[in-house]
């Protein structure tokens, strides 16, 4: 079957077309939001796929809007960070980086008190982030406020920011980085009607609406090159108050501009609830035919379906998240057609090793 076969991502060798979808766990160590020894243990686990892409990590001490998710703008982030590169490494696997600002889905706490920042001030009705603080140690959830409109002089920054986290990757022994652009983030919001009312050059036409991204995505491949870098986009997924009519549109114009620049990879996050819409075909020929790299889908994808969107060729590579939280062997389980062990939801973000690090592989 494809799915299991290698491939040649670009320059990277994968021993499989199976990615570890991101996902934020919030397991770091603190204060300092700092990669440990426990996530190198999960990682290292799991690098029998083909690729590993992070949980999202923040780019800057005001990208963050989750408690206890890690970052890698400091010294001691980036040698956190080298320990769960060097675990994935020796345990034979490949590993990127997902790179992120969350942009107007924070909170003062995470901000200094200040408000978050976003292309425009427009509040993301009925979004919350999780908090921990003194008065609640086990977290809650917090609605986010109203963000603060970026400057010019905001957005430079951010640009820069990315690049120099991009640097800090590598400089962690990462194989890559992928800019997170999709899930209503601060890239998303940039690329949407709803949350961009900008006036000037980087809002309006979808020309406009997709700068902030190509410049991200310039800035990074320059400092790191092109083939380091891939970009997850989002287009049919509309929690955190993103649904914009134009954003399909909006995206593959995005892609075809991508694709001239060379990055590894696309990354597809398709919306994966019970009633989520479908992705049309047209779609998937569309993006196919307008970018000339790497694809890579992500959204409750099973054997069959992954199976189906490789021979249809409107992927390269599949990626899984919930299943590889209780299955660290994904992979073998899945050639082998094993049963798959079902994750405890209790301890999913933050905690120790229960529901992280202590599910077994198949013996």
């Given amino acids: 079957m494809k799915l299991f076969n290698s491939y040649q991502m670009g320059q990277h060798a994968l021993a499989n077309r199976i990615v570890m979808a991101p996902m934020t766990r919030s397991r770091t160590s603190q204060p300092g939001n700092l990669p440990n020894e426990m996530m190198a243990t999960y990682y290292a686990q799991r690098a029998s796929a083909g690729l590993i892409v992070t949980e999202a990590t923040q780019i800057s001490d005001d990208s963050q809007g989750y408690s206890f998710t890690p970052g890698i703008y400091t010294q001691a982030q980036i040698d956190g960070w080298r320990q769960v590169t060097d675990a994935v490494h020796s345990a034979g696997g490949k590993i990127f980086n997902q790179l992120w600002h969350v942009g107007r889905v924070s909170h003062p706490v995470f901000q200094g008190g200040e408000a978050p920042m976003a292309p425009s001030a427009i509040k993301p009705e009925g979004t919350q982030v999780w908090v921990v603080d003194e008065a609640h140690p086990e977290g809650q959830m917090v609605d986010c406020p109203t963000p603060r ?215």
């Fill in 149 to 363: 409109e970026m400057t010019q002089a905001d957005i430079d920054r951010v640009v820069k920011d990315f690049a120099m986290a991009a640097s800090n990757a590598v400089a962690a022994g990462f194989d890559g980085v992928e800019i997170h652009g999709g899930n209503g983030y601060l890239i998303d919001q940039f690329l949407r009607t709803n949350s961009n009312k900008r006036r000037d050059a980087y809002g309006g036409s979808a020309e406009k609406r997709i700068r902030f991204l190509l410049e991200v995505v310039a800035a990074v491949s320059e400092r790191i090159g092109a083939g380091r870098v891939g970009v997850r986009l989002a287009p049919f997924v509309t929690f955190k108050d993103m649904n914009c009519p134009e954003i399909v549109d909006t995206i593959l114009l995005a892609a075809k501009s991508l694709s001239k620049m060379g990055i590894a990879y696309i990354h597809l996050s398709e919306a994966d609830w019970d009633d989520a819409p479908q992705i049309p075909e047209s779609f998937r020929v569309q993006l196919r035919n307008l970018f000339d790299a790497s694809i890579i889908v992500a959204g409750r994808y099973d054997l069959a379906r992954a199976s189906e969107v490789l021979s249809k060729g409107y992927a390269d590579l599949v990626a899984f998240g919930r299943p590889f939280i209780a299955n660290p062997d994904l992979p073998h389980r899945l050639q082998h057609q094993l049963p798959l062990a079902h994750f405890d939801k209790g301890p999913l973000f933050g905690g120790g090793a229960a529901g992280y690090t202590d599910y077994p592989a198949v013996r």
